[in-house]
Nanobody, 121 residues
Framework: VQLQASGGGQVQAGGSLRLSCEAS????????MGWFRQAPGKEREFVGG????????YYADFVKGRFTISRDSAKNAVYLQMNNLGPEDTAVYYC???????????????WGQGTLVTVSS
């Protein structure tokens, strides 16, 4: 299983970005996909996730309604739409696949390589 994250880049505060994560090597119909991020000098943290079956989502509190996760089962892909970005959102963002929607990285078995998001003030 390979996860390919893309869509990162540099954006000004208040801007938006949409990250994509495409999975190959396996068709996902069960389990969950999660998004994590790691800022410089900080530990990796959970951003949010989505269940493949049913599409239920769960977000970290700091998302505050700014981020939306969606999935496209036909494309075996998930997306992270990020709006109203601030400098505090600067981080490498990772997607991950696992058997359940958990907030700990222990729940996830497969990880993408990460995509860098830089938000300037």
């Amino acid at each position: 299983v390979q996860l390919q994250a893309s869509g990162g880049g540099q954006v000004q505060a208040g801007g938006s970005l949409r990250l994509s994560c495409e999975a190959s090597g396996r068709t996902f119909s069960r389990g969950a996909m999660g998004w994590f991020r790691q800022a410089p000098g900080k530990e990796r943290e959970f951003v949010g996730g989505i269940m493949w079956s049913g599409g239920s989502t769960y977000y970290a509190d700091f998302v505050k309604g700014r981020f939306t996760i969606s999935r496209d089962s036909a494309k075996n892909a998930v997306y992270l739409q990020m709006n109203n970005l601030g400098p505090e959102d600067t981080a490498v963002y990772y997607c991950a696949a696992g058997g359940g929607l958990g907030t700990s990285d222990r729940w996830y078995d497969y990880w993408g390589q990460g995509t860098l998001v830089t938000v300037s003030s």
